[in-house]
Structure formats: C-alpha cells, structure tokens
C-alpha cells in the first residue's frame, strides 16, 4: 500500500464518483452522440452506417431535387419550448418566492410541517396528477361547470389543449423545486439583519429588494435553473394538457423513439437540447466574472 | 435640563408570553435621558434592559406605558420612521455589501443625494478609523473591524440617539478596553445621545455619564457611576455593582442622627444615619474601604474588630483577605500590597479590622 504513489491514491479515491460519472452521464452521452449519427432503422434502432441525415433533418428540408432548404419547423418548436419553460420559471419565482418567504419565517415545528407538505405530491405518480387537471380544466371539468353554474359564462372556456394548459401543468409539476431552494436560502438569512435594515430607514419594500432579495439570489438562482432545465424537456405536461398540438422539444423527441421511429433524429434533438442549455448555462455561469472585469476599480 | 429629555419613557410595560410561559420583560418602567449623555442600561440578563432598547429603537411595541423622544410620543412608529439607530450585538452587517455599501445604507434608503453619501461614508471612515477598507467585505474583516463599521453605519445617519446593544461582548479583553475608549471619544467628538446597554458592571461605570440598574424589570438606581458605586439605594445594586459586605444588623439605640446597632456575632457598632428602635437592617460595606492592623490585643478598639484570616487571594496591586470574625461573622477586605508587591498579611494571621462607619450604608430590603 505505501508503494502507492500520491497521483495514483487520488484517482483510486476519486474512483467511485468518476465511475458514477462515466456509467450514468458519460455513457449514455456517448450512445445518444454515436446514434445521432447512424442512419435510422424503420422498424426502430439504428442501422450501423455512418449518416449526418438527422442533423440535416433538423434544420433543412429536402426539395424533390434533392436540394436542401432552410427549415424552421422545429427550431419553432424548440423556439416554443424555451418560451413555456422560461414563462413556466417565471410563474414559479413569483408564486413560489412569497410561498418560499411564509414558509421560512414561520415558527420552527410549522416550518418542517409546510416542507413536508410542499413534497406531499411527490408521492403520486405525475401521470395521474396531470390526468386530474384534465378533469379540471376539459370543457365541462370542474372549472367550466363552476363558472356555467355560477352564471358567469354561458359557453364552456377552452382551457385545455391551450399552451395556458402546458403552462400550468409546467408550474404545478416543478414548482416545489423553485420552492425548496429558495425557502433554504431564506431560512439561512439572518433576521437580525431585517432588523438592521429597518432601524437604517429601509421600509418594508426596501427590505425586501435591498436586503432579502440579494440573500435569497442563490436559492433564486437554483430554483430557476431546477424549474427551466425539466420544463424544457417535459413530454408528459405538453402531450396531456396541450393535446399534442403544441409540440414542445421533449415530445418531439420522445416521439422519434416511440411512434415515429427515428432513433438518430431523437438523439440529434436531444444533444441540439443539451448544447443549448449548456452554452446558456455556461453564459450564465461567466456572468459575475464578466460584469467584474467590465467594472474595472470596482 | 431645560432643554427636555432626549428619551423619556413612561410607565412602559412589556409581557412576553402567556399563561405558564407569561414573563414581564419590562414592569411600568419610567426614566428620563438627557441630551448628549452618555447613558448606560446596567443588569443581569434578562433583567429587561435589552428590551426596553429594543421599544426605544422600534422593534417591540409597549403593552401600556409611552416612549418619547425629545418630547415626542413615538411609539406608532415603526422602526424606519425613528431618528434613532443601532448597533447591534451581533453586528448584523449586510454580508452582500462592501463596508462602504454598508456604512451608506441608512443614507441611500432615505434617497439622498450620491455625492452627501460618498462624503458621509469618508468621513465617517476617518471617524471611525478604518480608511482605505471602503471596498471590503464585512466577512474579510476582523470582530473590532466589523464593530468600527457596525458604529459607522449607525452614525452616518447623525441620529438624535444612538442605542448599543451590548456591543463590545463578542470581543476580547483587550480590544474591548480598546473599543471602550473608542465608544468614549465618538460620543464626545458626535455629541450623540448614547444609550448603551451591557451586563458589565466595570463597563457601565468607566464609560457611563449616568446609568439605570435593572433587575427583574424593573429600574433599581439612575445615578452616575460614584453616586451608585458609594450609594446604593438596595442591596441588589450593593451586590451587583462592585463588591460589598453584607452584615445583618438589629438597632439598639436610635438617637438623633446616630444609631446603634448589634452584629449577628454580638459585635456592637455605632453608625450615622436615621432608623427606629428593633428595626432590622443591612449594614453595606466595600472591601477596599475597610483597614487591617496587624492585631496587638483582642477585644474591640475605637470600631475596630479582630478576625483571622482564613483565605488570603493575591490580586497585583491588592490582596484580597477572608476573615472571620472572633465574635463570628465574615468580612471580605481588599487591603494594598507592600511596595515590593507581596502581600501585607498571611494567611492565619490575627488583624484588627477598622470599620469606617462613614462609609458604612444602610439598607433595608
């Protein structure tokens, strides 16, 4: 054992979490990246041959000549995506922040009542869960018969198979992580230091933008990104509550691996998806580093 | 003072909790503080002292009772409204903010111009001693660093009041003699009235104008640290303010002016002071006001008594004796060293111990 050299006890000890890495991540990459470039099978899988046809498919058309044509089709639905998903974290900062702060600022024995209950849907399967809002919001679901009974309308609203419908399925279904982040960055925040704020003069308004905001920027952060990668590429919220009309990237890619049969295409959305939200993440991540070097003496 | 108080509170009372768990932080307490004083709260923890800072700052509301600054009635208003400022035990700086954010933050909060922000910010900088530091983090400073920012932050808003919540616990022996000066200095330089609070006897009394001992929520004694030191009005201030004897006494005699009065050992003293016949009091005497003689005979001359040292505990400059009383009785004396700084007397020595019955005081709960 002491022959050992230092170079090769690190990598021993870094062993498990660089297997875990290469087994669930690198792996599966890898076989999505090498598929992506194979030429489909039609009855599924892929046939062995070299092929950059997926790709080509993603962005262009071919015309009857054989010539290729600039096709936005699914660069709209990417485009569609990015829009719900950003509109979906959006919704969840601004109900889950308040919720987040009530939760943080209660007494301790309620507090881990309120987390317990924030999880509690975690329990059933979200299949189901998003079967209900079905019920909910179809044309003579719980909604429109309230609203029909009370008079309000005299036609049932169509609620569902609407991207309001996605939408709402996105925020029900991933709320809870904007939630939990923030809520722990909260309950970190010192209240001493609302205290200070308000003894300098800061009103309730000015605590909050000055004091409690800046505090809870991580935990805003994390939930955002928590809530915004998963909506990006939810199937089960788009396919049930937007009827399959409105494709969003991750029924457009689940698709080409059940009923269209196109493995390559799927995988070349799929790594198009992923290479997105990295260089968006990676944007993200320089931010601070940017903003210091472009305010020099600061 | 013709010119009013700075703080005036009224018959403020306070009551956390209810039924079983029911506790009265603050019971009808009344006090006047002047201006540009340097006024301290003195007393065990949880004798109330802290909250009555915290309804002067805001932060608490009164059950009954009125809080006036310069003769203003302010309790409606929340904390924000309130030309007072802070400084917190913890110190509570803002961990995103630089020390200069910090120390402007009372400032910008009330919208003023940037240019009078960055002069307070310098100057109070220079007040405080913590030039070039502007762009810190509080995190990257030292416990007296953050202290020097944390009065920075409440000064440059030039409050009517500037209350200190223990401030100085959190730092160690000697930057707290430091910073005790310092507090001196910027009340002095700020003209500010100061309210500070601590459970530091030896703090309340060096850096104090005046002070309120509190105990059980209630106010015990205001005076200026001497008037308190060598009178107090009861034996909890006796006992919390410096040392003291104790002794139980019974008066013999009352005549006009003079009392005399019979110790627990048998030992009879007469005393200056005003008092009924039987009645049962506590003769109050400090330790350092009592002289030892080398005992030449027993028995009692001209107020002197005669003990034996039982426990002798060498303090640099004094000595501190435990001696009990041949007639019975304890008495703790703090007695000057020789010059070559050992101790005067031994353990097992026999002394003649002079009482000052000038110095002695009588209390009576």
Same mark, same amino acid.
């Given at each position: 054992?002491?022959?050992?050299?230092?170079?090769?006890?690190?990598?021993?000890?870094?062993?498990?979490?660089?297997?875990?890495?290469?087994?669930?991540?690198?792996?599966?990459?890898?076989?999505?990246?090498?598929?992506?470039?194979?030429?489909?099978?039609?009855?599924?899988?892929?046939?062995?041959?070299?092929?950059?046809?997926?790709?080509?498919?993603?962005?262009?058309?071919?015309?009857?000549?054989?010539?290729?044509?600039?096709?936005?089709?699914?660069?709209?639905?990417?485009?569609?995506?990015?829009?719900?998903?950003?509109?979906?974290?959006?919704?969840?900062?601004?109900?889950?922040?308040?919720?987040?702060?009530?939760?943080?600022?209660?007494?301790?024995?309620?507090?881990?009542?309120?987390?317990?209950?924030?999880?509690?849907?975690?329990?059933?399967?979200?299949?189901?869960?998003?079967?209900?809002?079905?019920?909910?919001?179809?044309?003579?679901?719980?909604?429109?018969?309230?609203?029909?009974?009370?008079?309000?309308?005299?036609?049932?609203?169509?609620?569902?198979?609407?991207?309001?419908?996605?939408?709402?399925?996105?925020?029900?279904?991933?709320?809870?992580?904007?939630?939990?982040?923030?809520?722990?960055?909260?309950?970190?925040?010192?209240?001493?230091?609302?205290?200070?704020?308000?003894?300098?003069?800061?009103?309730?308004?000015?605590?909050?933008?000055?004091?409690?905001?800046?505090?809870?920027?991580?935990?805003?952060?994390?939930?955002?990104?928590?809530?915004?990668?998963?909506?990006?590429?939810?199937?089960?919220?788009?396919?049930?509550?937007?009827?399959?009309?409105?494709?969003?990237?991750?029924?457009?890619?689940?698709?080409?691996?059940?009923?269209?049969?196109?493995?390559?295409?799927?995988?070349?959305?799929?790594?198009?998806?992923?290479?997105?939200?990295?260089?968006?993440?990676?944007?993200?991540?320089?931010?601070?580093?940017?903003?210091?070097?472009?305010?020099?003496?600061? | 003072?013709?010119?009013?108080?700075?703080?005036?509170? #009224?018959? $403020?009372?306070?009551?956390?909790?209810?039924?079983?768990?029911? =506790?009265?932080? !603050? *019971? %009808?307490?009344?006090?006047?503080?002047?201006?540009?004083?340097?006024?301290?709260?003195?007393?065990?923890?949880?004798?109330?002292?802290?909250?009555?800072?915290?309804?002067?700052?805001?932060?608490?509301?009164?059950?009954?009772?009125?809080?006036?600054?310069?003769?203003?009635?302010?309790?409606?208003?929340?904390?924000?409204?309130?030309?007072?400022?802070?400084?917190?035990?913890?110190?509570?700086?803002?961990?995103?903010?630089?020390?200069?954010?910090?120390?402007?933050?009372?400032?910008?909060?009330?919208?003023?111009?940037?240019?009078?922000?960055?002069?307070?910010?310098?100057?109070?900088?220079?007040?405080?001693?913590?030039?070039?530091?502007?762009?810190?983090?509080?995190?990257?400073?030292?416990?007296?660093?953050?202290? #020097?920012? $944390?009065?920075?932050?409440?000064?440059?808003?030039?409050?009517? =009041?500037?209350? !200190? *919540? %223990?401030?100085?616990?959190?730092?160690?022996?000697?930057?707290?003699?430091?910073?005790?000066?310092?507090?001196?200095?910027?009340?002095?330089?700020?003209?500010?009235?100061?309210?500070?609070?601590?459970?530091?006897?030896?703090?309340?009394?060096?850096?104090?104008?005046?002070?309120?001992?509190?105990?059980?929520?209630?106010?015990?004694?205001?005076?200026?640290?001497?008037?308190?030191?060598?009178?107090?009005?009861?034996?909890?201030?006796?006992?919390?303010?410096?040392?003291?004897?104790?002794?139980?006494?019974?008066?013999?005699?009352?005549?006009?002016?003079?009392?005399?009065?019979?110790?627990?050992?048998?030992?009879?003293?007469?005393?200056?002071?005003?008092?009924?016949?039987?009645?049962?009091?506590?003769?109050?005497? #400090?330790?350092?006001?009592?002289?030892?003689?080398?005992?030449?005979?027993?028995?009692?001359?001209?107020?002197?008594?005669?003990?034996?040292?039982?426990?002798?505990?060498?303090?640099?400059?004094?000595?501190?004796?435990?001696?009990?009383?041949?007639?019975?009785?304890?008495?703790?004396?703090?007695?000057?060293?020789?010059?070559?700084?050992?101790?005067?007397?031994?353990?097992?020595?026999?002394?003649?111990?002079?009482?000052?019955?000038?110095?002695?005081?009588?209390?009576?709960?």
């Amino acid at each position: 054992m002491a022959a050992l050299r230092p170079g090769l006890r690190r990598f021993l000890g870094l062993g498990p979490a660089l297997a875990m890495i290469g087994v669930f991540m690198l792996v599966p990459i890898g076989i999505i990246a090498v598929y992506s470039l194979l030429e489909a099978d039609p009855y599924g899988g892929v046939e062995p041959r070299f092929s950059a046809e997926a790709y080509i498919q993603f962005f262009f058309e071919r015309d009857l000549d054989d010539s290729l044509v600039f096709n936005p089709a699914y660069l709209v639905i990417f485009g569609r995506s990015i829009l719900l998903a950003a509109a979906a974290m959006l919704a969840s900062l601004l109900i889950g922040f308040p919720v987040a702060y009530y939760m943080a600022t209660q007494p301790a024995g309620r507090r881990n009542l309120l987390v317990f209950l924030v999880t509690i849907p975690f329990w059933t399967n979200l299949l189901i869960r998003t079967f209900c809002w079905i019920l909910i919001l179809r044309d003579h679901g719980l909604v429109n018969n309230l609203l029909l009974a009370a008079g309000i309308v005299d036609q049932p609203l169509t609620l569902l198979y609407t991207n309001g419908a996605i939408l709402l399925g996105l925020v029900y279904t991933y709320i809870p992580f904007m939630i939990l982040p923030i809520y722990a960055s909260i309950e970190k925040l010192d209240l001493r230091l609302v205290e200070a704020a308000h003894d300098l003069y800061a009103n309730r308004r000015q605590v909050l933008r000055r004091v409690i905001l800046p505090l809870a920027l991580p935990g805003i952060v994390a939930g955002s990104i928590l809530v915004f990668i998963p909506s990006l590429g939810a199937f089960i919220a788009p396919d049930l509550l937007g009827g399959g009309k409105k494709l969003m990237i991750g029924s457009l890619i689940q698709m080409q691996f059940s009923s269209s049969r196109n493995w390559p295409f799927g995988s070349a959305a799929a790594l198009v998806l992923m290479a997105a939200v990295l260089a968006a993440m990676t944007y993200y991540a320089l931010g601070p580093a940017r903003r210091a070097a472009g305010e020099p003496g600061k | 003072m013709a010119q009013g108080f700075a703080v005036e509170v #009224r018959a $403020a009372s306070k009551v956390f909790g209810s039924g079983a768990e029911r =506790v009265v932080a !603050l *019971d %009808e307490v009344s006090a006047g503080i002047q201006q540009n004083e340097f006024f301290t709260l003195l007393g065990p923890s949880g004798c109330g002292k802290t909250t009555l800072l915290r309804l002067i700052a805001g932060f608490e509301q009164p059950d009954s009772g009125e809080i006036l600054l310069d003769g203003e009635p302010i309790a409606g208003l929340p904390p924000f409204k309130r030309p007072v400022n802070t400084v917190f035990q913890n110190y509570a700086l803002f961990p995103h903010l630089s020390v200069a954010e910090n120390i402007g933050f009372g400032l910008s909060m009330r919208k003023r111009p940037k240019a009078e922000i960055e002069a307070a910010v310098s100057e109070m900088l220079a007040l405080v001693r913590l030039e070039g530091l502007a762009g810190r983090r509080t995190a990257q400073l030292s416990g007296g660093q953050q202290q #020097r920012v $944390a009065l920075a932050r409440a000064l440059a808003n030039h409050p009517k =009041v500037l209350l !200190l *919540d %223990e401030p100085l616990s959190a730092l160690d022996f000697k930057l707290r003699k430091e910073m005790q000066l310092e507090l001196k200095r910027l009340q002095r330089e700020t003209g500010i009235t100061f309210v500070f609070v601590t459970h530091d006897q030896e703090e309340a009394i060096t850096m104090s104008d005046r002070l309120a001992v509190m105990s059980a929520g209630k106010i015990q004694q205001v005076g200026a640290p001497h008037e308190i030191y060598e009178a107090p009005v009861n034996r909890f201030v006796a006992d919390f303010i410096g040392e003291s004897n104790f002794l139980d006494a019974r008066i013999l005699e009352a005549a006009a002016g003079s009392l005399l009065c019979s110790l627990e050992g048998g030992q009879q003293l007469r005393v200056p002071g005003e008092g009924a016949q039987g009645e049962k009091v506590t003769l109050a005497l #400090r330790p350092e006001k009592i002289g030892l003689t080398p005992a030449a005979r027993e028995g009692r001359d001209n107020g002197a008594f005669v003990g034996t040292i039982s426990e002798q505990i060498y303090q640099g400059t004094t000595t501190a004796y435990h001696i009990a009383l041949a007639g019975g009785g304890r008495l703790v004396v703090r007695d000057a060293n020789r010059e070559d700084g050992t101790a005067a007397f031994a353990r097992g020595d026999m002394v003649a111990v002079a009482l000052p019955v000038a110095a002695l005081r009588i209390l009576r709960d």
